[in-house]
């Protein structure tokens, strides 16, 4: 069997004290689709972000394709929610883009026409290039959307972990992104993403991870996505889970 | 008069060394705080800045304490010192317990600030020799500038345009979005680390000029102001660096010009001057050119509206009236007679409607302009009651409202919706558009 893309193994992840995550085990084969799917407040954003690492664990690990997340984060890329940054910022769309090529530059490194190329070029795949001079300020929800999935892109990552990109998006943006999301897989990259609408599911995505603070169930789309599954995940029953949860906090801001 | 003049000219000869130190003094310090303050701005931590200038106070007085030495770069290693605590600490309340930011800056900046003061007045019943006017960090005094100083500021400047030009990348990144900062591996806590170092820094070299009350104006408000002219980052620092200089210039001469002035406080009113101008003058952010927007935006519908009810009233009469006059149009349309007044002298200049006598009535175009509006207000209305359900008696102000942002675009996408329409749910018929009109004949 080959080397998964993402392996998570037995991962408990605290946030602020109070762990969201529960012993978590998956991996994503290379070249999938996969969303992460649960309620609100099942842990999704702060999954996708203990993959990356970005989150310390309490327990367990994360390889990318066999390795340490941390030795891997070059070929890892990122697209967070539209809400996590100030809009306002005084930036351009071409600018934000560019993050993702020189953000790891050192600062001696002057841009280069390669990086100037890749960043046209994840412009034009998303249908943003028009815009590329405006002030970040200026776009619609789908299109600052696309500015963050362009910068991913810009990367020219292996795999591609994003929070929700279809949320509060028009539906052309909706479309191009998953047009995006088939080539991607076209070109054997892995996209990972935290996803909401149930009834779109099935169409976008080949791979499913149900998480409702701990695994429900992962794997083929068509074997896991099951009225069982969905019931487990979203039906509750997790209580005593909470309640545990939030003893943990309590002591833990007690002590 | 001419003695001002004679003042000036003085001033500007700079022979004397005293106006040459604070003169560059103050200007390199606006230069320097104008910079850094843009990111403290962007990141929206303002109240650092002045938490961090009140910290400030202890370490110089204890630093003096200690070494009976006023040289600028111990006190300034003093004050450091005291901030770095008073950083690490509001960091600490802030990540660790349930106090919110600006709970724990105000906490911190009261604290330290009496902390500074109780140690200022023990020191002065000691028998501590030179420690006459070391009080006056408190509010600043350039007068007392000296070489030594300068050449501090200087250093210290260059240090913080260096540091910016040098992180201006990773910086720039880590305020808009750290968490993507940290995921493609950016040392984030360093550079978060030697942004506050630079803030640190830049406070402190302020206190001998502006003192511990008035340094976070320096740092804060040349951003505010820059940030209304560009959205480029790069321009702001630069347009903010600018003003922070230029108001020290200013305040400089100013203090020479009449002596009992302070240059601290003249600077700070200069930079809130340029704010001022800033807020209301600014290209498209400033709130003049906004006002002239919201005024001319509202024209526009009052002329939409009259022209729309004209429409209306015409088309109620089988056979074609001569024309309609003011006080027809004012009992459907609810607007002041002077209003009225002055909407139809504008479409009148733009041979959208004639007058004849007190008779109203379209020109051609007038007269298609008024027909497009009452199409997209009944599309728009058969829409919300076809597709919303809501109840005809409902959809008139919400119609009111949308029609005059609806584009050719949209109306197109409407088109499509109510294939079937040809009446708004009061009944009346919607005006086909004047192309279909064409294609038909």
Redesign the interface.
Same mark, same amino acid.
């Given at each position: 069997m080959s080397i998964p893309a993402v392996e998570v193994h037995d991962l408990t992840v605290a946030y602020r004290q109070r762990p969201v995550l529960w012993d978590i085990d998956f991996s994503i084969p290379e070249g999938c689709l996969a969303a992460v799917v649960g309620p609100n407040g099942a842990g999704k954003s702060t999954l996708l972000k203990a993959v990356m690492g970005l989150l310390p664990s309490t327990s367990g690990y994360v390889n990318i394709f066999g390795e340490p997340v941390l030795n891997k984060r070059s070929i890892i890329a990122y697209v967070p929610q539209r809400e996590e940054v100030d809009w306002d910022f005084p930036i351009t769309v071409q600018e934000v883009v560019m993050m993702g090529r020189t953000g790891r530059l050192p600062f001696w490194r002057r841009v280069s026409t390669h990086d100037r190329n890749m960043v046209e070029q994840a412009l034009t795949e998303v249908g943003i290039f028009d815009l590329k001079h405006r002030h970040i300020s200026e776009l619609s929800g789908g299109q600052q959307q696309r500015v963050f999935i362009a910068r991913a892109l810009a990367q020219d990552a292996a795999i591609y972990l994003m929070d929700e990109p279809f949320a509060g998006v028009d539906a052309a943006t909706e479309k191009a992104v998953i047009e995006l999301f088939r080539k991607l897989k076209a070109a054997r990259k892995t996209v990972i993403c935290v996803h909401h609408d149930l009834h779109t599911l099935a169409d976008y995505f080949d791979y499913v991870v149900l998480v409702n603070l701990r695994l429900v169930a992962a794997g083929q789309t068509s074997a896991t996505l099951t009225p069982e599954n969905l019931n487990k995940t979203y039906g509750g029953r997790l209580g005593l889970l909470s309640e545990i949860t939030e003893r943990v906090r309590k002591r833990q801001v007690d002590m | 008069m001419t003695g001002m003049i004679q003042e000036l000219a003085n001033f500007w000869s700079l022979s004397d060394r005293n106006v040459l130190w604070v003169l560059l003094g103050a200007a390199l310090l606006g230069l320097s705080n104008g910079i850094i303050g843009c990111f403290a701005f %962007?990141q +929206?931590k303002s109240l650092i800045g002045d938490a961090l200038a009140h910290a400030a106070l202890p370490g110089v007085v204890f630093m003096f304490y200690f070494t009976h030495s006023r040289d600028p770069w111990l006190l300034l290693a003093g004050a450091g010192l005291s901030c770095i605590v008073a950083h690490v600490c509001s960091e600490y309340l802030i990540r660790r317990t349930k106090i919110k930011e600006d709970s724990a800056l105000a906490i911190i900046l009261s604290l330290s600030f009496a902390l500074g003061v109780f140690m200022l007045s023990m020191i002065q019943k000691l028998p501590i020799p030179n420690q006459a006017g070391l009080d006056k960090i408190l509010f600043g005094q350039a007068a007392a500038m000296n070489s030594a100083d300068v050449k501090l500021l200087a250093i210290s400047s260059c240090i913080l345009v260096l540091l910016t030009l %040098?992180? @201006? +990348? =990773?910086w +720039? %990144?880590l305020? @808009?979005?750290p968490?993507?900062?940290? =995921?493609?591996? %950016?040392p984030v806590r360093w550079l978060q680390g030697a942004l506050s170092a630079a803030l640190v820094l830049a406070v402190v070299i302020g206190l001998q000029l502006a003192g511990v009350v008035l340094v976070a104006a320096l740092i804060l408000t040349p951003a505010a102001a820059a +940030?209304y002219w560009?959205?480029?980052?790069g321009t702001?620092l630069i347009l903010a660096g600018m003003f922070g200089a230029l108001s020290g210039v200013f305040a400089t001469q100013v203090s020479y010009l009449a002596p009992r002035m302070p240059t601290g406080p003249w600077m700070v009113m200069a930079v809130t001057a340029i704010f001022a101008v800033s807020l209301l003058f600014a290209p498209s952010r400033g709130l003049l050119i906004r006002a002239l927007r919201r005024h001319r935006q509202q024209l526009r519908i009052n002329e939409e509206n009259v022209l729309r009810t004209m429409y209306k009233l015409l088309e109620q009469h089988r056979s074609p009236l001569p024309g309609l006059d003011s006080a027809q149009i004012l009992s459907f349309r609810s607007m002041l007679p002077q209003q009225l007044e002055l909407v139809l002298k504008r479409l009148k200049r733009r041979s959208e409607i004639v007058q004849d006598g007190a008779l109203i009535n379209f020109t051609s175009s007038g007269y298609q302009h008024a027909r497009a509006l009452t199409r997209r207000h009944r599309l728009w209305e058969a829409y919300l009651a076809e597709r919303l359900g809501l109840a005809a008696d409902h959809v008139h102000r919400d119609a009111e409202e949308i029609e005059h942002i609806l584009g050719p675009d949209l109306e197109a996408a409407l088109l499509d919706e109510l294939e079937q329409s040809t009446s708004d749910p009061h009944g009346r018929s919607i005006p086909r558009s004047i192309s279909k009109e064409h294609e038909h004949e």
């Open positions: - | %962007l +929206r %040098l992180c @201006f +990348r =990773s +720039r %990144l305020v @808009f979005d968490v993507y900062a940290t =995921s493609i591996g %950016l +940030r560009t959205n480029k980052l702001m």
